[in-house]
Every structure is written in C-alpha cells, then in structure tokens.
C-alpha cells in the first residue's frame, strides 16, 4: 500500500507476498477487502505465513488476511471479476482444477463467502486444443466475459457459465471451433477487460490488420474481427468496445497505434470518457514515439452557434462552448485568416476595422494544446453610425412578488442595436443583450415604480425611452388578525356567541380579514365569515362546554385563541370521567402511548367524555379526542421520561391522572 500523495509505502498494511515462484497478477478492492491472484503459495503477515492456493482475501486497511475465504486453485491465475447480485467471484488461469472439483480447469466460479466451488455449472470449453491461455474475465449486466487463446472472447450466462455467444479476432472463419476452421489471418489473443462507465466493456488484444502483425493478405484487411451477436465481421482492433446490454461491438473506433507482436496488456477510461490504451507499443501509426501507451480523445469541438454582428466600423463575434471531453482552455480569432487574439470568454469585439465584406473564425483550444477545425461566419463590416435606434416596442410587465419582469420588442436601428439599458424611478439597473429584451428587477419597493427602457447601438447611440408604471405590491401578510374577544348565553340546547370585531394585521399591509372559526370542547364546528360578530350552537348536550373564537385572515393567517367561554347547558356536571390505565413502549425516538376507554361520571347524567390529556415529565403536550385510545409521541429526546393520561368530559371535568407510564429513550 502506497500513499497517494508522496507514493511512500504505508508500514500499517502488513501482508505481503514472498518466495519463488511468485507473482501478483490481480488486485482487486470490493468495498474494504481486497482480492490478490497470481501464482504463489503463502502470504506473510506480521512475520507469520499463511498458506494459500495462488489466491487470498486481505483486509484492505490493515493487510490482515482473511482465513474464511480459502479456494485452492491447482495452478496459477491470471484475473478475477465479482457477481455481486449472486456473491460469486469468477477466476480465470492456468490452473487445472479449483478445490478438486472436474470441469474446473483454465475457468471456475468459486462463493464470494469461502471460496468453496459452485456447482452444477457449465464447464468452460476452450475454442482449441491447442493454446488454450485464458487470461482475462470481467463481469457485466448479468453476463461474464472471458478473454484470452485462441484469439476469442467468450460471453457466458452468469447463472449457469454456459456459453451464449463470442467474438474472434484473427482467424477466417466464422466459428467457434478454431481447430475445425485452421484459417489464421492475423492478431491475437484477448489479454485484457475492463468495464467502463456508460454501459462498456472494453477489450484489449493484439489484434492487427494484416499488414501490421507482418501478414499481408489483403483480402483481411479491415475485417478481422467477428461477432457472433451480429453475425458480421468488422474493422476493429487493438481496444474494443462492446455493449454489456447486447455484447455487441459499439463503436468503429480504432486507437492509432503501431503494434508490436504483443498488443494491448491494460485499459483505462477516465472520467472525461478518454481511452489510455498501454502495452507493447512504442509508435503512433503516424510514426511519433510514445513510451508503451496512448490517451485517445474525441477530436476538440467547434465553438457551436458562433454569429457575428457588424456595426460602426467594428464587429462583435459570439459562441457558445461546446461539449468537449477534455476541459476547454481558450479560444483563437482570426479576421480575414489572420490570427486576431486569444480569449477564454465566448465573445470578441473588434473596432476601427475596413469596411466591407468580412471573415470571422474561431477555434476552441483544450487544456492539451489540441484545437478545433474552426468555425467561419461572415459579415459585412459597415461604416460609422451616426443614427439613434428606435423606441423599443410593446413594453410590458409580470409580477411574481416581489420581482417585476419586464419585456419588450426589438428596436429598429439602421445598422445593428448592441444592448437595452433599463432604470427604474431614474436609476441605472442594468442592460441586456440585444436579442435577450427581458430584465427582471427583483426586489423594487412597493408603490408605483416608473421604469424606462432604451435601445442603444454599436456607436453608443441611445433611443428615446419606452416608460411604464408599474404597481409593485407589498410583502405577503404572513401575521394573523387580532384576538377576538367573545361572551355566550344558553336558552334550553342552544348556545349563542357573540364577540367583538377584529383588524386583520399589520394595519396597514394585511391581507384582510376572512371570517372567525369556532371551536367547541376542542373541536372546530363552523366558519362565520367575517362582518358578522354572533353565531349560534342548536342541540347542545347537556354539560358545561368550552368555546373558542378565531380569528382568520385572507391569506390563511390565525390568531391565537379568545379565552374560553365556559357554558352550561342543562344541569351542570361537576364530576370529572374515570380514570384511564395506561401503557407505553419505545421505538428510536418515538414513544406510543395505550390506554382504555373510560366512561364519564356521573353515569347516568354526565356531559359526556370528550377526550384525553397527555402530559410528559408534568408538562402537558396532546388533546386526544374521545374514541381515539392510543399516540405516538415522535421526535422524544434521549433519556427517561414520566406520561400520564387524563380523561375530560364535555364539562371540562378532569379525571385525575393514570397511573405514571416510565420509558427510557435511547
């Protein structure tokens, strides 16, 4: 383990891998465990050695070794790739059997919890009796990818291992038994599988055309490579891509590399989506010298929507960026083919120039020097302006409180108008492109605001202002109107209320008052709109009853509560309801509360039950209306806490309290 910022070895990671012979062939990190394959028989950790079959598990912070996992490859191994949805790990070597079992030679699947062999599995088949090196293996999108001899990729059923199709690269005919076909054209082995971001799985081999591994019948070039999922033989070489969806080939791009005999050995797709491609090369197919690989990236894009506006002897040019895999680091113009000046903005201006007809390129530079083709726009390049532009048109507004936008039409000029420039109430607020004409003011103060808006051209030419009045509202009302102050008589079941008029608040500013909302024992009971001040309640059960009046305004705003009007109706009921048995439990922060229904005393003659009370730690916290016998109390902080339940009867009549319900929050 290295640091990565000075590359010092880190002395906490213990394992290692010693003795002859020996090699790491594959290290592979899942989550915080690593996979190392190869060919050696033990791992040191801590000065102790561990016995091992070409493969073990470590953990990836300390270097301690894993004995659960423990699969005994009878030889050595070249790559391994994890299915996560199944916990199996894939293996792929020279080895002739894993943990003794048959059909488990050069390809096995072994569980991802103790290396023990998976089976009823389709045994690998080799395309050859001949070189039969298997040397790569990833795992895709439900399908395993195995590379290497003879100049295949086999694409397997992740659930069986059984063979569902291939691609060849090098040999003539269009099969999977090699040895049946005897044809060989050129290229090569899959020695290298990557899975990439996008969906791909990418390929490296030592896949030539013909003339380039020193074959040169021409009647191969450009079609060495067969895919059995499209059943067509295509041009592509050396790094391929395949869709993991399809397995099929999913670009016709070649990196331009010179080949050695050994081609491609590693593959990287970075996060711009450029391929590093490394092994035996030495050359670009250009000729230029490069130290074993390559960074291939999409060609640099144009600048796109690139226009020109011509005006008073002068040009301005514009574009957008483009999208580009490698950052962008600037941009060249040129007028008329001569190189006129770098700039990283998406705009260049140009003065005092000749008159007439006119070229205009730009060309994007990325961070690598490279540079677009370029873009050419034309114009015609006029002389000095000396006219004002016209009154922009159709001035007009939208509120979206506070803001006022505003709109408008383009304005006439004899040449071109560069810019709008907008004040309000005689203030400079700012200007906008000539083909943007809207402007959005975001926090003018309330009233009548004056705002004036003029066209101005490449000259600095300003026309007359277009002007509008608009009326700015002010903020929303977010306070509730007055507390209402209420009184109440009984005549036989009927109650009436009355009460005095309230302001909607602030005064000046509110929104308005909408009505007044009245409660009865807790519970609403009806909307009075606003203007009127008395209501009444028929049919009231006999027993003392608690009233509330609300006030509301119209954007929804409350007042706090009148004080309650207690009346009586009928004979009064002094005696409060039983006593609840309650219960409780703890779920994280959430405390449910249970308790029996209770009757209310006396029974006959009560004013009936109208609820529960629930205190926590002698602070009550909840109104539980009757026919409801359970709570959740959310959000509880840690500790131990004190419930207790009370009944209360339509007379406002408590009973006393249930037995205390102790919990412990953690």
Not at 438 to 457: C, E, I, L
Not at 494 to 523: E, F, K
Not at 526 to 552: C, Q, S
């Amino acid at each position: 383990m290295l640091d990565p910022v000075t590359g010092a070895t880190d002395p906490t990671f213990a394992a290692s891998v010693e003795g002859s012979p020996t090699s790491v062939r594959e290290i592979l990190l899942v989550g915080n465990q690593i996979y190392i394959a190869g060919q050696f028989f033990y791992v040191k950790v801590n000065g102790t050695n561990y016995w091992v079959w070409n493969a073990a598990r470590l953990n990836a912070l300390t270097g301690g070794i894993d004995g659960s996992w423990v699969p005994q490859f009878s030889g050595g191994l070249w790559d391994l790739t994890i299915d996560p949805s199944r916990g199996r790990v894939h293996a792929v070597g020279f080895f002739t059997s894993v943990n003794g079992q048959p059909g488990t030679a050069r390809m096995a699947t072994v569980t991802e919890a103790t290396g023990a062999s998976v089976p009823g599995l389709t045994p690998f088949e080799n395309n050859t009796t001949g070189q039969r090196d298997t040397v790569a293996i990833a795992y895709a999108n439900d399908r395993i990818y195995v590379g290497g001899a003879q100049h295949i990729l086999q694409v397997l059923d992740a659930s069986t291992n059984e063979r569902i199709g291939f691609s060849t690269t090098g040999i003539g005919c269009n099969t999977f038994n090699f040895d049946a076909c005897g044809t060989f054209m050129a290229g090569g082995d899959f020695q290298v599988l990557e899975v990439s971001a996008g969906g791909k799985i990418i390929g490296g081999c030592h896949c030539f055309r013909s003339t380039e591994g020193g074959w040169n019948d021409p009647s191969w070039l450009g079609q060495t490579h067969y895919n059995s999922f499209t059943g067509q033989r295509t041009d592509n070489r050396v790094a391929i891509a395949y869709n993991t969806s399809d397995s099929e080939p999913s670009s016709t791009f070649v990196p331009g590399l010179k080949a050695n005999y050994y081609g491609t050995w590693a593959i990287h797709v970075d996060a711009n989506g450029c391929y590093y491609v490394g092994g035996y090369y030495t050359r670009t197919e250009a000729g230029a010298w490069l130290g074993g690989f390559g960074r291939f990236c999409k060609a640099v894009a144009d600048p796109a929507n690139v226009a020109v506006v011509a005006a008073n002897a002068g040009a301005s040019v514009s574009w957008t960026a483009p999208t580009s895999q490698l950052p962008i680091a600037y941009y060249k113009v040129y007028r008329n083919g001569t190189f006129a000046g770098d700039t990283t903005s998406t705009s260049y201006g140009f003065s005092n120039i000749a008159t007439g007809a006119t070229t205009f390129t730009v060309r994007t530079v990325d961070v690598t020097g490279r540079m677009s083709t370029g873009v050419t726009v034309n114009a015609t390049v006029p002389g000095a302006d000396t006219q004002a532009p016209g009154i922009p048109p159709s001035l007009a507004s939208s509120i979206n409180a506070p803001a006022v936008t505003l709109n408008w039409g383009a304005s006439s000029d004899d040449q071109a108008v560069k810019e709008y420039i907008v004040h309000r109430d005689g203030v400079y607020l700012g200007a906008t492109a000539a083909n943007a004409r809207t402007f959005t003011d975001p926090t003018p103060s309330s009233g009548n605001r004056s705002y004036q808006v003029r066209a101005r051209d490449f000259a600095g030419n300003l026309s007359d202002p277009a002007t509008l009045v608009v009326t700015v509202p002010g903020p929303a009302d977010t306070t509730g109107p007055q507390t209402p102050s209420g009184s109440g008589s009984v005549s036989g079941s009927t109650v009436t209320l009355n009460w005095g008029a309230v302001t909607d608040l602030p005064n000046p500013g509110g929104s308005g008052l909408s009505g007044y909302l009245i409660h009865r024992d807790y519970q609403f009971i009806k909307f009075v709109p606003g203007g009127t001040l008395t209501t009444t309640d028929v049919g009231v059960a006999n027993g003392t009853h608690r009233y509330e009046i609300r006030a509301v305004d119209l954007n929804n705003n409350y007042s706090a509560p009148s004080a309650p009007v207690l009346l009586t109706v009928g004979a009064a009921d002094t005696t409060g309801p039983q006593t609840p048995s309650a219960t409780g439990s703890v779920s994280g922060s959430t405390v449910t509360l249970g308790w029996g229904a209770v009757t209310d005393l006396p029974n006959p003659g009560g004013s009936g039950l109208s609820g529960y009370l629930i205190h926590r730690d002698w602070v009550f916290v909840k109104f539980v209306p009757a026919g409801t016998l359970t709570w959740d109390d959310l959000g509880v902080s840690s500790g131990q806490h004190r419930y207790e339940v009370r009944g209360v009867d339509l007379a406002n009549n408590y009973s006393s309290p249930s037995t205390p319900v102790i919990v412990t929050v953690p």
